[in-house]
C-alpha cells in the first residue's frame, strides 16, 4: 500500500507544477466574473444563469485534467524512460497502475475542492445561502464519476498507441454517455431486432455516468438526495472503476515496456 | 541495514532439479576460447545467476522472423565482485539486464539475484540500477526524487534523511538538491542516477554504461564510486564499452557477441593466458580484422 | 550577398501581391449577398442564420428553468403520451395546462431509470409556485428565466412571444414595470407590426401604469395591425383567433369602464362573433345594455369611429 500511496504522491505533486489546473480555474474565474457582471433586467438576485455555467465550466475543466492527466502517465513514463528505474525497484507492475489511478483520482478531487468552493461562494454572494449538504453530495458524485473517467482513460493508456488518440476517444465516449446514455432504453424501443437487443445490450453494459451529472438538483435548489442514493450511485460508480483498473492491470502485466 | 528478510539463498547447485531443461550437470558455454574459470566464490555465493537464458524476440508478421537475443548464457557473480559485461552493440547485454530487472521475460532458463528468481519484485529490494540513459521526473527535485525512490524501498523515515543527505553529498549534489531536475546539466542528472541507485543501500548494483556521455570528470567520479563501493564488499555489474576502464576496476569480465558468451574469466588471467590486451582479446573473440591502410 | 537578398525580395513580392489582391477583392466582397460582416451586429456576423436556431433553444431553457430544471427531451416526445398535460406541453393537443400531475415520466423501465429518477428533476414544478422548494406563496423565483429570454431576444429580435412572455413576468410577479415597458419598446422597434407587443404594452399601461388613454390607443392599433395582417385570411389560426378575442374584449372592457357604452357594444359584438363562450360575451353585452338604458344613452349616441372598426 506504501508504494501506491507514494506512486500517488508523485502524480499529485505533477499536477500542481503544472500549469493545466490553475489556467482551467483562473479560465473559469473570469468567465463566470464576466458572466454575473452582465446586468439582466435591474434585478441582482438572479443567481441560476451564474450557477449553471459555473457548475459547466467545472465539469468541463474537471474533465479536461482528469482525461490528459491520465492519458498521459505511462506513455510519458515509457517516452521519458522513467518507466525503467522505477520498475528496477521491488514494485510490481500492479502497484504502479494503482498509484498512478490513485494519484490521478486524487489530484482531481483537490482540483474539485478548489471548483466547488469558488462555486458556492459564488453562489452565496447572491442567494445568502449555503447548502452545504446539496454541494457535498454534489462533490462527491462528481468525484466518483471522474474515477471511472480515469479508470477508463487508464485502460485506454494501455491499449491505445498514443495519449492523443486514447484521449480523444475518451473524451467522445464520455461525452456520448453524458448526452445519450440515458435516452438509449428509450430509442431502442422504436428500432426493430437485432438493433433493439444491442443497443440494449449497450445500455446495460456502459457506465451510465450521466447519473452522477446532479447539476440541476443543485442550480434549481431541489432538496438533498437520500443519502443510500448517494451510497448506491457511488458503489455503481466505484465498481466499474474496480472493473476497467482490473482490466488494466491484466493488460499492463503482458505489455513489453522496451 | 537491510531491514527485510529475503527468503533464504540457494547454495545447493542441483536445486533445479526436475525443471525442465535444467537438469543433470550445467553444459560448458559453446566458444572456442578457453576460459578461466568462474571464480570459486561465485560458485558458493552467487548474488547473480543466469542459467542457459535464453532470451527470443518474435518478429512480426511472416517477413521478419524470430530473433534470438540471448542464446543459453550461463553465468554467475559473486558476492564482492566488479564484473564488466562487455559485447559490442547487439550483442545481448541490455537484453539480459532487461532480463534480471524483470522488465523482460526469458524465453527459457532462469535468472536469479540473491537466490530469488527475478520475477519476483522482492529480488530487486536490495539492487541499484543505474540505467544508460538517465531520464527522471523533470518537475520532482533530486530530494524528492531520492524520497521517493526511499518510500518504494521502505527505508525508515528516520533513516530516509541520513541516507539521502549521504548519497547527495557522495553524488556532490548537495547545493541543487531543492532545484527541479529540469533544470540540472547531463552531467548532473546522471549523478542523480547514481544516487537513486545508491539510495538503498544496494548489495549489487547493475549499471548500464555509467560513464556514457560523461567527461573526464564524471568518468573518474563514477570510477571512484565503482571502487569504494568494492572496498565496503558490495558487487557491481555493469556494462561498459570502455575497455580501459574495465581493465583498471574490473576483477572479472564476460564477453557476449551475439547473443553467445564467448569468454569469461579474471581479466589478469584473460590477459596472460591470450598474451594480448582486453581490447585485442575483445576484437579477436568479436572476429574484427583490421583494414590495411593504403 | 545575392543569396540573401532574394528570399526578401520573394517575401516582399508576395506581400504586394496579397495587398494588391485584397484590395481588387473587398470592391467585389461589400456587394456579395452572403456578406454578413455588413451587419452593424456581432451575434449576426458570428452566427448568421443559426442564430435563430441558438435563440430556440435559450427559449425552451428558459421553458426548463420555469420547471426547476425538468423538461421532455426529443426521446421523451417521441414516447405515447404518458398525460393529457405531457401532450399540452408538446402542442400536439390544445388545452388548459394544469400541471398537477405527480408521474410525469411515467413508471421507471428498469433500475438505472429508477435511480436515475432519484438524481435528477424529476417532477413537474412551476417556478411562480415556488419551484423545487414547493412553497406555493413564494413566486419571486420567475427571476431565473429572465437572463435566457433576454439572450434569445438579443440572437433573434424577431421573435414576438420572447417579448410578450418577458414582459408578463417582469411586470406581474416581479414587479418590474418599467423594465418590461422598455423591453416591450425594444421588441416593437424590432418588429414594429406585431399587434401581440402593441397588446402587452397597451396591457403595461392599463394594469401597471393606469394610464387608460394610451392603452386604449396600443389596443386599436393592435387591432388594426390584426385586421390587415389576419383578417382576409380564411380562417385564421385558433392562437391568432384568440388574442383577437384578448384585444377586442380588454377594448369592450375598457369602453364599458369609461363609460363609451356604444363603443363597448360594438367591440362586445365583434368579441362573441369569435369567441368560444359566446354565452358569457352575450351576458357582458346585457349588462352593457342595461348600463345604457339606465344612463338614457341608447338612442342618442353612435359608437366612436376609430380605425379599428373597419368593415
Known amino acids: ?258 | ?294 | 550577398m545575392r543569396s540573401a537578398r532574394l528570399p526578401v525580395l520573394i517575401l516582399v513580392a508576395l506581400l504586394v501581391f496579397c495587398f494588391g489582391s485584397a484590395a481588387w477583392l473587398d470592391l467585389w466582397f461589400q456587394s456579395w449577398q452572403g456578406n454578413r460582416a455588413q451587419s452593424a451586429d456581432l451575434l449576426n456576423v458570428l452566427l448568421g442564420d443559426s442564430r435563430k436556431m441558438f435563440a430556440n433553444h435559450f427559449f425552451v431553457k428558459a421553458d426548463a428553468y420555469f420547471h426547476s430544471g425538468y423538461y421532455p427531451t426529443v426521446f421523451d416526445n417521441r414516447e405515447a403520451f404518458q398525460t393529457p398535460h405531457m401532450a399540452e406541453d408538446s402542442g400536439t393537443v390544445g388545452g388548459r395546462n394544469k400541471g398537477d400531475e405527480q408521474a410525469f415520466l411515467g413508471k421507471p423501465r428498469d433500475w438505472i431509470d429508477a435511480l436515475s429518477r432519484k438524481l435528477f428533476p424529476s417532477r413537474h414544478t412551476h417556478l411562480d409556485e415556488g419551484g423545487a422548494s414547493g412553497d406555493l406563496g413564494n413566486s419571486s423565483g420567475v427571476r431565473e428565466i429572465m437572463p435566457w429570454l433576454r439572450i434569445s431576444a438579443e440572437l433573434n429580435p424577431n421573435d414576438i412571444r420572447t417579448y410578450t412572455v418577458s414582459a408578463y413576468w417582469l411586470r406581474e410577479r416581479m414587479g418590474k414595470v418599467a423594465e418590461a415597458e422598455d423591453f416591450l419598446r425594444d421588441g416593437l422597434r424590432a418588429n414594429p407590426d406585431s399587434y401581440e407587443i402593441m397588446y402587452e404594452l397597451g396591457r403595461v399601461y392599463a394594469e401597471n401604469k393606469h394610464d387608460e388613454t394610451r392603452a386604449r390607443n396600443l389596443w386599436e392599433a393592435a387591432l388594426a395591425q390584426w385586421e390587415k395582417q389576419e383578417a382576409g385570411k380564411p380562417d385564421p389560426e385558433r392562437a391568432l383567433r384568440f388574442l383577437f378575442v384578448e384585444i377586442i374584449s380588454h377594448l369592450a372592457l375598457l369602453e364599458e369602464k369609461q363609460g363609451n357604452y356604444p363603443q363597448a357594444l360594438a367591440y362586445m359584438e365583434r368579441w362573441k362573433a369569435r369567441s368560444p363562450y359566446p354565452a358569457a360575451v352575450q351576458k357582458y353585452i346585457e349588462e352593457v345594455q342595461r348600463k345604457m338604458s339606465s344612463a338614457g344613452q341608447g338612442h342618442t349616441d353612435q359608437p366612436r369611429q376609430s380605425s379599428a372598426m373597419a368593415p
Request: charged residues 20%; positive net charge; aromatic residues 10%.
Open chain 1, 1 to 258: 500500500m506504501s508504494n501506491i500511496v507514494a506512486v500517488s504522491g508523485v502524480v499529485i505533486k505533477e499536477l500542481y507544477r503544472r500549469k493545466d489546473f490553475y489556467v482551467l480555474f483562473v479560465l473559469t474565474v473570469i468567465i463566470c466574473l464576466i458572466m454575473g457582471s452582465v446586468n439582466f433586467f435591474n434585478d441582482d438576485k438572479i443567481v441560476r444563469y451564474l450557477k449553471e455555467i459555473c457548475l459547466l465550466c467545472i465539469w468541463i475543466c474537471s474533465l479536461v485534467i482528469a482525461i490528459t492527466t491520465t492519458a498521459r502517465q505511462i506513455p510519458s513514463e515509457r517516452e521519458n524512460r522513467t518507466l525503467f528505474p522505477l520498475l528496477a525497484k521491488p514494485l510490481t507492475r500492479t502497484q504502479l497502475l494503482l498509484g498512478k489511478f490513485l494519484g490521478c483520482w486524487l489530484a482531481c478531487g483537490l482540483a474539485l475542492v478548489c471548483f466547488y468552493t469558488f462555486f458556492g461562494a459564488l453562489a452565496a454572494t447572491r442567494e445568502h445561502h449555503w447548502p452545504l449538504v446539496s454541494y457535498l453530495q454534489a462533490a462527491m458524485l462528481h468525484w466518483v464519476m471522474l474515477g471511472v473517467v480515469i479508470a477508463f482513460a487508464l485502460f485506454g493508456s494501455l491499449v491505445f498507441s498514443a495519449p492523443s488518440a486514447n484521449t480523444t476517444i475518451c473524451f467522445v465516449v464520455v461525452t456520448f454517455i453524458l448526452v445519450l446514455a440515458r435516452h438509449l432504453n428509450k430509442i431502442a424501443l422504436h428500432l426493430p431486432e437485432p438493433r433493439r437487443s444491442v443497443v440494449y445490450g449497450l445500455y446495460y453494459v456502459i457506465p451510465h455516468l450521466e447519473l452522477f451529472d446532479v447539476r440541476d438538483l443543485i442550480i434549481h435548489n431541489w432538496p438533498p438526495i437520500a443519502w443510500n442514493v448517494c451510497g448506491v450511485a457511488a458503489l455503481y460508480g466505484l465498481a466499474y472503476a474496480a472493473a476497467f483498473l482490473i482490466s488494466a492491470c491484466l493488460v499492463f502485466r503482458r505489455k513489453a515496456i522496451n
Open chain 2, 1 to 294: 541495514m537491510d531491514t527485510h528478510k529475503l527468503p533464504k539463498q540457494k547454495t545447493d547447485r542441483n536445486a533445479n532439479a526436475g525443471i525442465p531443461g535444467l537438469e543433470g550437470p550445467v553444459p560448458p558455454p559453446s566458444f572456442a576460447y578457453p576460459q578461466a574459470g568462474p571464480s570459486p566464490q561465485a560458485a558458493l555465493d552467487p548474488v547473480l545467476e543466469t542459467r542457459n537464458l535464453c532470451v527470443t524476440y518474435r518478429g512480426r508478421g511472416t517477413r521478419q522472423p524470430d530473433r534470438q537475443a540471448v542464446k543459453a548464457l550461463t553465468l554467475a557473480v559473486g558476492r564482492g565482485e566488479v564484473f564488466g559485461f562487455l559485447g559490442p552493440n547487439g550483442a545481448g547485454k541490455t537484453t539480459t539486464m532487461n532480463v534480471l530487472l524483470g522488465f523482460i521475460n526469458a524465453s527459457s532458463g532462469s535468472a536469479s539475484l540473491f537466490g530469488t528468481d527475478v520475477r519476483e519484485p522482492i529480488a530487486r529490494q536490495r539492487i541499484g540500477y543505474l540505467p544508460e540513459l538517465t531520464y527522471y521526473y523533470k518537475f520532482l527535485s533530486a530530494e524528492e526524487l531520492l524520497r521517493f525512490y526511499a518510500r518504494i524501498f521502505k527505508v525508515p523515515k528516520a533513516e530516509r534523511d541520513r541516507r539521502i543527505d549521504g548519497v547527495l553529498k557522495l553524488v556532490d549534489l548537495e547545493p541543487s538538491r531543492k532545484r527541479q531536475i529540469k533544470t540540472y546539466s547531463k552531467g548532473m542528472q546522471q549523478r542523480v542516477g547514481l544516487a537513486q541507485a545508491l539510495i538503498n543501500d544496494p548489495e549489487l548494483l547493475i549499471l548500464d554504461e555509467p560513464t556514457s556521455g560523461l567527461d573526464p570528470v564524471g568518468r573518474m567520479r563514477v570510477r571512484e564510486v565503482i571502487q569504494r563501493l568494492k572496498n565496503e564488499g558490495k558487487t557491481v555489474f555493469f556494462s561498459s564499452h570502455e575497455l580501459g576502464e574495465v581493465e583498471t576496476v574490473c576483477d572479472r569480465v564476460a564477453i557476449l557477441h551475439q547473443g553467445e558468451l564467448k569468454v569469461e574469466g579474471r581479466v589478469s588471467e584473460l590477459a596472460r593466458q591470450h598474451q594480448c590486451s582486453l581490447e585485442q582479446l575483445f576484437l579477436k573473440v568479436i572476429g574484427y580484422a583490421a583494414q590495411p591502410l593504403n
